[in-house]
């Protein structure tokens, strides 16, 4: 663990010097020559399979600065290095801007790089990466991670986890380095009343600026751009037209219970929202999760009897995997198989809570094919190749 009474941990908030590599970061060759403000040139060695190198050192002429609330105006004398996220929300932002993947998050597991699978030659090695969240969140793992910038809203530590008080942020922000967050995945935060939420793009241009990869940002809004153009084509015009959808978690691969979701501003949901199904739980009785942390059997699912049923808490599995088990269930449970979505085949995996820029590219069509399988057909709704060249720095 560092010291924290050393000079270095005694260190700032303007952070150390430095650049953002893309050292595990597995993607090609870098070849981006500005970004915003900031100068471009390459020497470092990435961890290609095919044994590609690439490097990227950015500089800049001094100190910058980047306001969000709630952290405020923060100041960095030069490009962060090395950090630490919130979530993968977060961290996909990092791999779109094709920088060095953070540290750690709060659950890896809950990172899902798999979907990367879909941009060739893009790939995360989160195998070094560590967990925050292990029956609360060590300060000490704060100092031994030494990140340049954390990328969390303070005010999710301090209302989410025993033990954090303003005076531990505070700490952290003077012996190691400053906080820039904000908890945009779930609007269901009573403590982020006082505070606006970000959508998944105005979060994305602050990181890019943070990363001074603005270049990288503009050019992923110009493709965002594109798709939502290209899902607008896919969504029925008729309100009556489009299903009602019911996302719920559902734990283990025989659920008796569930956690009913109702479809919000935050991250997690903007595929669905965009889509613009009908949500079945809203239109109900039930309660929002976060409202009551409560479950709902399958009687009270059969009284809202949605089209499609989304099952969230299965994105490690393959969609085979996820038929062979849930789904499987389901259709020979008593009640369960009574549900119109389980009759009509129509219960898929639900996406993942986090999502970023590359992530939402992936899921958002995944979902379009899952409840308007005629409209889709075998169309794809964005280029794989040019997010990689996004990411990658060759656009």
């Not at 969140?137 to 303070?154: A, C, M």
């Not at 005076?167 to 935060?189: H, L």
Request: aromatic fraction near 10%.
């Amino acid at each position: 663990m560092v010291d924290r009474f050393s000079d270095d941990a005694t260190r700032r908030r303007f952070l150390k010097g430095g650049a953002a590599t893309g050292a595990a970061l597995l993607a090609g060759c870098t070849g981006d020559t500005s970004d915003g403000d900031t100068t471009t040139t390459s020497t470092t060695t990435d961890g290609t399979s095919t044994g590609a190198t690439s490097t990227e050192t950015t500089t800049t002429d001094g100190p910058y600065s980047v306001s969000m609330k709630p952290v405020g105006e923060v100041t960095f004398e030069s490009v962060p290095e090395t950090w630490v996220a919130n979530n993968g929300s977060w961290a996909d932002m990092g791999a779109a801007l094709g920088v060095e993947p953070p540290k750690a998050v709060w659950l890896p597991s809950r990172y899902r790089t798999k979907y990367y699978d879909e941009i060739p030659g893009v790939s995360v090695d989160k195998s070094g990466m560590q967990a925050l969240s292990n029956d609360g969140v060590s300060k000490e793992l704060f100092y031994q991670l030494d990140g340049d910038v954390h990328v969390i809203d303070p005010n999710f530590l301090k209302n989410r986890f025993k033990g954090w008080e303003q005076s531990d942020v505070d700490e952290i922000e003077k012996n190691i380095a400053p906080f820039f967050g904000n908890s945009i995945f779930s609007t269901g935060y009573e403590w982020h009343d006082d505070y606006p939420y970000l959508s998944l793009y105005e979060a994305f241009e602050k990181l890019s600026k943070v990363f001074q990869r603005q270049q990288r940002y503009e050019q992923f809004a110009a493709l965002h751009e594109e798709f939502q153009s290209k899902v607008s084509e896919v969504v029925p015009s008729s309100k009556s037209e489009r299903p009602s959808v019911a996302i719920v978690w559902a734990g283990g691969d025989e659920p008796e219970g569930f956690y009913p979701y109702v479809i919000g501003e935050g991250t997690s949901f903007k595929q669905w929202r965009d889509l613009k199904v009908k949500d079945a739980l809203g239109n109900s009785d039930v309660k929002d999760f976060h409202a009551t942390r409560g479950q709902i059997d399958y009687e009270t699912l059969l009284e809202v009897d949605p089209d499609v049923l989304l099952c969230r808490g299965h994105e490690a599995k393959t969609a085979e995997e996820f038929q062979n088990t849930v789904v499987s269930f389901l259709e020979n449970h008593s009640t369960a198989s009574a549900l119109t979505a389980v009759t009509n085949g129509d219960v898929y995996r639900g996406g993942p809570l986090y999502q970023g820029p590359i992530i939402n590219l992936v899921v958002t069509e995944r979902a379009a094919r899952q409840v308007y399988p005629d409209a889709m057909g075998d169309r794809k709704l964005f280029d794989r190749q040019r997010v990689a060249d996004v990411v990658n720095g060759d656009s």
